[in-house]
């Protein structure tokens, strides 16, 4: 009877261990750090994932914009906080390469751990409406033809549309003129005014006038051509496979976070990013979902980062 006793009592403190464990992982404020301005894609899904999980899980969420230093800024100051799983970095895939071309305190591999890839926005080449090329090679033999005279608009410097254009002047044998905007917004507007020849641009952003036809897309970056534009060759169809301007957004914590509460935090974005209001709302944005956990996302975070590595090398770009 007496042993009976003491088994009946250890369920009950091991369940009462659990309890509080779960209930006070469930009471937390998870804060969400946004390392660009309010308004950008990574503003809105970093948005999106709070108002869901805060919606069906009572966990207190915030979303703080930390920007400045080309998104380096809040990534930094992910990198110094507590592995708890109280701080989470929503990001776009370009913090992979921000440490690679500038000084930094921290380590886009070692300083992290990886959450989840949440959504992306493929990269369109787009021209306006009145410019006499229709394809990817239309450009290419001009730009052959008069180098240095034609223009690209792109966000950078330093981001994955910068080294996808660069890696596409090396391999294309051709001059063009890289002309760097804060973000794919300005960008599109320079290349409809006809201020530059052409852009790189996330269709979250141009989809509306590609579909209205004041843009053209000559190219888009992604593994396979888009639904919503399925007359528009990929880079690779295009003739140019090792072309990557990935641009997807992501969510990170800090390095050494514990298994269980990354397992957790996992499960709450793959039911916010799969709910399917959060889905209608992403394909509003242009957005798409790219859900992708664990060890999946840790193999592409590495991979990406060697592939932008290289192609930083091949272009000749130096540390700042």
Not at 85 to 94: D, E, F, M, Q
Not at 122 to 134: E, T
Not at 235 to 249: Q, V, Y
Not at 304 to 320: C, M, P, S, T, V
Request: net charge neutral; with cysteine.
């Amino acid at each position: 009877m007496k042993f009976l006793t003491w088994v009946l009592r250890g369920f009950a403190i091991a369940a009462l261990i659990t309890a509080v464990s779960t209930s006070a992982f469930s009471a937390r404020t998870i804060r969400f750090i946004v390392p660009v301005p309010a308004g950008a894609s990574t503003d809105f899904i970093a948005r999106l994932i709070a108002s869901q999980v805060g919606a069906t899980e009572g966990v207190t969420t915030v979303v703080e914009n930390r920007p400045g230093a080309a998104g380096m800024i809040g990534t930094e100051y992910v990198s110094r906080q507590a592995a708890d799983g109280n701080t989470v970095l929503i990001t776009p895939g370009s913090y992979l390469i921000d440490a690679q071309i500038r000084n930094a305190t921290y380590h886009p591999i070692e300083s992290f751990e990886p959450l989840c890839a949440l959504a992306a926005s493929p990269a369109l080449f787009v021209v306006p409406s009145s410019s006499p090329y229709y394809t990817l090679g239309d450009f290419l033999k001009d730009a052959a033809a008069r180098p240095g005279e034609l223009s690209v608009a792109a966000q950078g410097p330093g981001t994955s549309f910068h080294l996808g254009l660069l890696t596409l002047i090396s391999k294309s044998n051709t001059r063009f003129n890289f002309i760097p905007y804060p973000g794919s917004a300005p960008a599109a507007t320079a290349v409809m005014g006809s201020h530059v020849t052409a852009a790189i641009v996330g269709y979250s952003v141009v989809s509306g006038s590609v579909k209205a036809g004041s843009l053209r897309a000559l190219a888009v970056a992604a593994d396979r051509r888009m639904a919503s534009l399925p007359d528009v060759p990929t880079f690779a169809e295009s003739g140019f496979p090792t072309i990557r301007m990935d641009n997807w957004f992501g969510a990170i914590a800090p390095a050494k976070t514990p298994a269980d509460t990354t397992s957790q935090l996992i499960a709450w974005f793959k039911m916010a990013m799969t709910a399917p209001e959060a889905q209608q709302k992403l394909e509003i944005q242009g957005l798409y979902s790219v859900l992708s956990c664990g060890s999946d996302f840790a193999d592409l975070v590495r991979r990406r980062y060697a592939e932008f590595g290289e192609a930083i090398k091949q272009a000749g770009l130096k540390k700042e």
